[in-house]
């Protein structure tokens, strides 16, 4: 009898290149999973519309209808419950995440950054890594904790920086990795190859 598959919730703000990967190594089997809904705080972000093509449920939640993040991320939650997802994989999502969050899901929320972490944390990484005038770059995909890019790391790939690279270029030879790396990394956690370090993550006090 086949296993049940993980239910994976996706958190975006924009573009969803990465959503777009995931939900193709769903349908070529490579990833055993499914999404139940994907949840935007950008109500235009062009991730819903792909969401949409895919067949699967999305939503808008603008942080501005609500007084404090607290509420904002407490109907997220309630949204991800109902959806009874397993994890939360955030695919460019530009909000930091906020306590209400990490106590629902402790240890079970994934994150994709554009460098070589601890290098580069925060916003313009890709600059970063130019300006630091650095010879390669690549991405992380890292469990999440309240201090911002700094969880477990569960995967890494490099890429080179070339001569008289600017920052589109390398943030697009970045991306193409970030596609082949997020959902090879969601599929070992699912299969339970981090289950020390989520144990770990699910013990601290938020
Ligand atoms: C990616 O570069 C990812 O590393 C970062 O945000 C960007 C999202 O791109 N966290 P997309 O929306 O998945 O196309």
Same mark, same amino acid.
């Given at each position: 009898?086949?296993? +049940? ?9 924009? /573009? ?17 999973? &499914?999404?139940?809904? #994907?949840?935007?705080?950008? @109500?235009?972000?062009?991730?819903? &519309?792909?969401?949409? !093509? ?5 939503? *808008?939640?603008?942080?501005? *209808? %609500?007084?404090?993040?607290?509420? %904002? ?8 419950? !109902?959806? +009874?997802?397993? %994890?939360? #994989? ?15 899901? +402790? ?10 972490? @601890? ?7 890709? /600059? ?26 569960? *995967?890494?790939?490099?890429? @080179?920086?070339? &001569?008289?690279?600017? !920052?589109? /270029?390398?943030?697009? /030879? ?14 070992? #956690?699912?299969?339970?190859?981090? !289950?020390?370090? #989520? ?8």
């Amino acid at each position: 009898m086949s296993q +049940k598959l993980k239910k994976i919730g996706v958190l975006i703000s924009g /573009r969803g290149s990465n959503l777009a990967a995931i939900i193709q190594a769903i349908n070529e089997k490579k990833l055993q999973a &499914e999404i139940p809904l #994907v949840i935007s705080n950008n @109500p235009v972000a062009k991730g819903l &519309e792909i969401a949409n !093509e895919a067949g699967i449920a999305s939503l *808008a939640i603008d942080p501005k *209808a %609500y007084i404090t993040t607290q509420r %904002y991320e407490a109907a997220i939650c309630m949204q991800l419950k !109902e959806a +009874k997802v397993d %994890y939360i #994989v955030l695919a460019g999502y530009m909000k930091l995440l906020g306590d209400t969050m990490f106590q629902m899901f +402790k240890g079970k929320i994934l994150n994709i950054h554009p460098s070589l972490l @601890p290098k580069f944390k925060g916003l313009k990484a890709q /600059r970063q890594a130019l300006e630091a005038k650095e010879k390669e770059s690549g991405c992380t995909v890292h469990f999440v904790t309240p201090e911002m890019d700094a969880g477990p790391i569960i *995967a890494q790939a490099s890429v @080179p920086i070339k &001569e008289g690279d600017n !920052e589109q /270029r390398l943030s697009e /030879r970045i991306l193409s990795v970030e596609h082949q790396l997020y959902p090879k990394a969601i599929a070992e #956690v699912i299969e339970g190859k981090f !289950e020390n370090i #989520v144990k770990k993550l699910q013990n601290i006090k938020y």
